[in-house]
């Protein structure tokens, strides 16, 4: 069986056996998830690739001490580990994330829409485009939500957990931020795109 076939559980298996090619698959099939998460936090290219370097060794140290928990997936596992180091990296300097246009990032590329024509495909570029301003116009708890549910795929009692409020209170912010995001389009062009987001 090829390596690159093997899921991600036979992966960290075979990489505790002595196997580093399987960590070398493991890394190139979630890097650019984690990577791009914690860029979308950071917004500085070098600082998001220490956080990134930081949680690859936190992982590796994880699985070599035999503390990781095989329960959960590993990319949610990897996240929570690359958020948490996001959150700590901002108490330290006192700043709240702020997601912002960039050239290098979108944060609607996650939604996983089929191809579409060239046409197609410039309308939804621009559209993402816009939406994405309005996601940065959201207040930072609404927008930390609508990040880790549409970016890293999180459900909504993983992000609970993992910003510390109850499951209430996440779906409660993801609903005030697809109101203010609806209200926020009407006003501008009255786009409908909002539904993307539902």
Not at 44 to 53: G, M, R, V, Y
Not at 162 to 191: C, D, H, P
Request: proline share 2%.
């Amino acid at each position: 069986m090829k390596v690159t076939s093997l899921n991600d559980q036979q992966l960290i298996l075979r990489y505790l056996d002595g196997d580093e090619r399987s960590f070398e698959v493991l890394l190139a099939r979630h890097k650019q998830k984690i990577y791009t998460s914690i860029y979308l936090f950071v917004k500085d290219t070098s600082l998001a690739e220490d956080i990134f370097q930081e949680v690859f060794i936190k992982i590796i140290d994880t699985l070599r001490r035999g503390k990781y928990n095989h329960e959960g997936k590993f990319l949610q596992w990897a996240m929570r580990i690359s958020y948490n180091m996001c959150v700590d990296h901002f108490r330290r300097n006192k700043r709240r994330p702020k997601v912002s246009p960039t050239e290098t990032f979108d944060i609607f590329d996650v939604l996983q829409i089929t191809d579409d024509n060239a046409e197609q495909k410039i309308i939804r570029s621009q559209t993402h485009d816009k939406v994405r301003k309005l996601v940065d116009q959201l207040p930072p708890e609404q927008r930390e939500v609508v990040i880790l549910r549409h970016y890293a795929d999180m459900s909504f009692k993983e992000i609970a957990k993992l910003t510390r409020v109850s499951i209430n209170t996440a779906l409660g912010r993801m609903r005030y931020a697809l109101i203010n995001i609806r209200k926020m389009m009407e006003e501008q062009e009255g786009v409908s795109v909002a539904a993307m987001l539902s």
